[in-house]
């Protein structure tokens, strides 16, 4: 195989690869690319490679995703792969069998490489709103802010972050996993959110605290931490906290993703930011960053001018080269970078 043909190859296993770990959608796989691959070269070995790449995985066997996605993908492949060659490829429909006979549980899994090797597992729901909640579920922007963290390292290198709606917790874990911070204060107010965050926090190799300290209990507060970060699991109501909940924290970043999502949770967001200007009066204020996905530019622009009717200036984040996650890249997505 000539040079350059073995690099496209790798390119298109790598992609297949990304986006199975991470459950995309199926139109947004190579295809096109594939089927020109198996008309000009022996598609067996190509497809077989593929499947090493996908569903025989070390990820996937461990953390498997929905069997509902695995069953569709495998039909899929095995179609791209009928429509060059009659002959059939007996390990594409041994897969298929195997998953066909697999019940669907409730909780699936996504996993996302990262540039060291590691990679972030998470279990979600297989519903996009279950239990009365969109935050069982991984969002675009979470992503986005996690490959911007990851080219941006020293924002969050022996600091303490505190993430507001952390969801499933891929940003807190990309950024535990990659960015040496001291400590990282996942939150959320639904109780199954918080449920799967702690499961998912352990699913990732970190160990949980049983509870929040403030910095002068925990010994060593000024000196950099080497070893894994502390990170705990706060229930954190926006509206109800109080600033001296907050200042308990000590949070010197905090950040959120995908929460601009109604009006209602944009006026809560901005109410609870305030509350943590105010909450280290004698120190500096942290730092803030808030990424989200353009749907709605009303909400948007509410978000802004509530900021700014709560004096809270703000600048956008220059878009970041980093393409590490697969996602629905025509989404259109910002950071703001808040001063608190």
């Not at 020293?154 to 940003?171: H, I, K």
């Not at 308990?248 to 006026?267: G, S």
């Not at 960053?289 to 530019?297: E, H, L």
Request: proline residues 6%; contains cysteine; aromatic residues 6%.
């Amino acid at each position: 195989m000539a040079p350059e043909e073995s690099a496209d190859v790798a390119l298109l296993l790598r992609s297949f690869e990304r986006r199975f770990l991470a459950a995309r959608t199926l139109r947004s796989f190579p295809w096109q690319s594939l089927e020109e691959k198996l008309r000009d070269s022996s598609s067996s070995e190509l497809l077989l490679d593929i499947l090493q790449k996908t569903m025989k995985h070390p990820l996937c066997v461990k953390h498997p995703p929905s069997v509902k996605y695995a069953r569709s993908f495998l039909s899929e492949l095995i179609r791209k792969h009928e429509a060059v060659h009659t002959e059939p490829l007996d390990e594409l429909y041994e897969a298929l069998a195997e998953i066909l006979t697999t019940e669907e549980p409730t909780q699936c899994h996504r996993s996302y490489l990262l540039p060291s090797g590691d990679s972030v597992t998470l279990s979600e729901s297989t519903a996009i709103i279950s239990h009365g909640t969109t935050g069982l579920v991984t969002w675009n922007a979470a992503l986005y802010l996690a490959e911007w963290a990851m080219e941006n390292p020293a924002a969050f290198t022996n600091r303490t972050v505190l993430e507001l709606g952390s969801g499933a917790g891929l940003t807190g874990l990309a950024i535990c996993k990659t960015c040496r911070p001291r400590a990282y204060v996942f939150s959320d107010c639904h109780s199954r959110v918080l449920q799967q965050l702690r499961g998912n926090v352990l699913l990732n190799g970190l160990s949980l605290q049983p509870s929040i300290t403030t910095p002068a209990q925990h010994p060593g507060h000024d000196t950099p931490d080497t070893e894994s970060p502390r990170v705990t699991v706060a229930q954190l109501d926006w509206d109800i906290v109080t600033v001296s909940q907050l200042a308990a924290l000590q949070p010197d970043v905090v950040i959120a993703t995908d929460v601009l999502y109604c009006p209602e949770t944009v006026l809560s967001l901005v109410g609870v930011l305030q509350k943590l200007s105010a909450c280290r009066k004698d120190q500096r204020a942290p730092d803030a960053y808030v990424a989200f996905t353009v749907r709605n530019p009303d909400t948007c622009q509410l978000f802004t001018t509530e900021l700014g009717q709560a004096g809270i200036p703000w600048e956008e984040v220059p878009h970041h080269d980093q393409k590490l996650f697969p996602y629905e890249e025509h989404s259109e997505m910002a950071i703001l970078k808040l001063m608190l």
